[in-house]
Structures are given as structure tokens and as C-alpha cells.
Nanobody, 115 residues
Framework: QVQLVESGGGLVQPGGSLRLSCTAS????????MAWYRQAPGKERELVAT???????NYIDSVKGRFTISRDNAKNAVYLQMNRLQFEDTAVYYC?????????WGEGTRVTVSS
């Protein structure tokens, strides 16, 4: 069974930076799309950024220019570099990895932006 292990969340002041990491267990065969989602308190989970195996990337408008998604196919890993963090970025962040067309989720890592 594939497991996704996330790390990198924490408490940061507005304007600060964090880097989230997510690594999938197993051989990595069949991994296609990788993504980061987030769920803020009282809100529904939303897609933040996606990256295909070929490197095509998309972001939601609110993080464009501040967040960068990347992946290392050799390590079965996806990353989210978050800069200029804002209060509104406070949420639990989940990685999502599609393997042989099945969607797998991490357990989430909490990001809190507070002064």
C-alpha cells in the first residue's frame, strides 16, 4: 500500500517562508500527477498547485508568484516552496499523488501564519 509522508509545516510570521515535502513509498511506478491541496478552518479543501510528470504546472490565483511546486521523480517526491506567506494561507496542506489512475492522499501538514 502506498504511503505519502509529508513534512515541513509549522508556524511562521506573515511574509515568511516554508517548504513542504511529500514522498511516496514504493517504486514510483505509475506516478503521474502530483499536487498540493489545502483546507483552511471552516472551509472546503481546495487545490493549490499541480504538476504533471512532464512538468506542466498550474496554480490557483491566490498563490501565483508566491508558491512554487516542484517534483523529483527519482525520489517520488513533490515539494511546495511557499514564500511571502499570508494569514490566508493558514491551513492543513495535503499532498495528492495519482498512481495508476488512483488518487492517494497524505495525512496533512499544518501551516499556521501568525504574528
Amino acid at each position: 500500500q502506498v504511503q505519502l509522508v509529508e513534512s515541513g509545516g509549522g508556524l511562521v510570521q506573515p511574509g515568511g517562508s516554508l517548504r513542504l515535502s511529500c514522498t511516496a513509498s514504493g517504486s514510483g511506478r505509475g506516478i503521474t500527477d502530483m499536487a498540493w491541496y489545502r483546507q483552511a478552518p471552516g472551509k472546503e479543501r481546495e487545490l493549490v498547485a499541480t504538476i504533471t510528470r512532464g512538468g506542466s504546472i498550474n496554480y490557483i490565483d491566490s498563490v501565483k508568484g508566491r508558491f512554487t511546486i516542484s517534483r523529483d521523480n527519482a525520489k517520488n517526491a513533490v515539494y511546495l516552496q511557499m514564500n511571502r506567506l499570508q494569514f490566508e494561507d493558514t491551513a492543513v496542506y495535503y499532498c495528492n499523488v495519482v498512481i495508476f489512475s488512483y488518487s492517494h492522499w497524505g495525512e496533512g501538514t499544518r501551516v499556521t501564519v501568525s504574528s
